[in-house]
């Protein structure tokens, strides 16, 4: 594994392995040269690399967190690290004995990162609970969806990444740039539900001001016939995103449409949208793509995976790299001037002298089932 570069270049990382927004996380961390150390079960570890993307550019261990022994491991570790990622129920931490007080103790520089859904207090911070769960409470999930039709969740992209493991990731960077100042480290309480309710700041504002109305009725929730997907005639869609006036005109200038009632009126926009479901469908995908090529009429195919891969932008700008065979998104945000960092599958850390455990106690923790 090539060695870490980037704005994080020297900063350690202790991830405890855990579902996606942990690893998200640490994967957003690595990303940009942070050397990041999954901390996984003893049995789950072995020398075969791991190739899911959200363990690209980590090293990995098993330790066994039940046992003094690998507490007292985990302990000497965090000595050694920056940031420690935790993704457990409050109070499980606590009862291992690898707390926030139990870590600060040993490390007061370290930043002490913890992901859960409800967060670290309140009424429900103890109950089970996934992304559809968080957005609901947060009330993401009721604003989701068409006019008529069922609140529809968003696959687990609004808790889990955006308001869980990119919010995480984000206040990482805030205590480690407070370190600076202060010299200690800070505990980061990132909740699925705290994230996922910030993402939506604009339009809770709508909502409380009378402003935003009920689900798929309004200008970005497919509400409004100029910002919604249209099928073709042969079954793919288009994307359409022509909210502002010239936009809009050129968009129907290039369809060939000079009649359209005005769009300005809500009482017209069924009429404009059942005029737009007719003329898209007269055209395979393809070939609107060739009437839109380089407007300003904001239409895009909609693509699938496999499909963005291969578009010509997404390939000139190198938006998805291929790592070993398989295409994922590269790393962003860009910083300009600073080379892409290590995306190859996560490997097995053997040698912790480093962070601080000798080889000769490392034998002996992986002779007694502690260590792997």
Known sequence: MEESRGPLAGIRVLELAGLAPGPFAGMMLADHGAEVL???????????????????????????????????????????????????????????????????????????????????????????GHDIDYIAIAGVLSMLGRAGGKPTPPINILGDFAGGGLMLAYGVLLALLERERTGRGRVVDAAMVDGAALLFSMFYGGVHSGHWGPRGTNLLDTGAPMYDTYETADGGYLAVGALEPQF?????????????????????????????????????????????????????????????????????????????????????????????????????????????????????????????
């Not at 009649?259 to 926009?269: E, K």
Request: hydrophobic residues 40%; glycine residues 10%; neutral net charge.
């Open 38 to 128: 999954r901390v996984d079960r003893v049995k789950a570890v072995s020398d075969v690399p791991r190739r899911d993307v959200m363990d690209r550019g980590k090293r990995t261990i098993g330790l066994d967190l039940k046992s003094p022994e690998g507490v007292a491991a985990f302990k000497r570790l965090a000595g050694r690290a920056d940031v420690v990622i935790e993704v457990f129920r409050p109070g499980v931490a606590e009862r291992l004995g690898i707390g926030p007080a139990d870590l600060h103790a040993v490390n007061e520089r370290l930043v002490y990162g913890r992901m859960t859904g409800w967060g670290q207090d309140g009424p429900l911070a103890s109950t089970a």
């Open 248 to 372: 809009w005109a050129e968009m129907l200038a290039r369809m060939g449409i000079d009649d359209m009632p005005g769009r300005d009126d809500p009482a017209n926009w069924p009429a404009i949208r059942e005029r737009l479901t007719e003329a898209f469908r007269s055209r395979t995908r393809a070939e609107w793509e060739a009437v839109f090529e380089g407007s300003d009429a904001c239409v895009s195919p909609v693509l699938d995976p496999r499909e963005a891969v291969r578009h010509p932008h997404n390939q000139a700008r190198g938006t998805f790299v291929e790592v070993e065979g398989l295409p994922q998104a590269a790393p962003a945000p860009r910083l300009a001037g600073v080379p892409r960092g290590d995306l190859s599958p996560a490997t097995r850390l053997h040698d912790l002298s480093a962070w601080g455990l000798p080889g000769d106690e490392a034998k002996a923790l992986r002779a007694a089932g502690v260590l792997a």
